[in-house]
């Protein structure tokens, strides 16, 4: 901690440069990550996937076809109102 207080230009700008993480330690124990901002236009997914924080999906997703609405017994409004009379009591 005390190298990188009295480093700290010097240090974010290798992060910046090489774009690779580094740990900083107090007394052995990692305390601190710094970590470079993305460049470019990638998405949060992709980046979070690069930093390790995430994995890429296994298979592809299959998109659910069109469902038919389902009929309710009553209206949205008249469940609403009887709701909104229990909770007043």
Known sequence: MTEFNQRVSLVAREVIESGEAIRVTNRGRAVLRLVPEP?????????????????PAGRSH??????????????????????????AF
């Open 62 to 87: 299959q998109m659910i076809g069109r469902r038919e609405p389902i009929a309710l017994s009553r209206s949205l409004d008249d469940v609403l109102t009887e709701v909104n009379a229990d909770a």
């Open 39 to 55: 460049q470019g236009d990638r998405g949060a997914l992709d980046t979070l996937i690069s930093s390790g924080l995430a994995t």
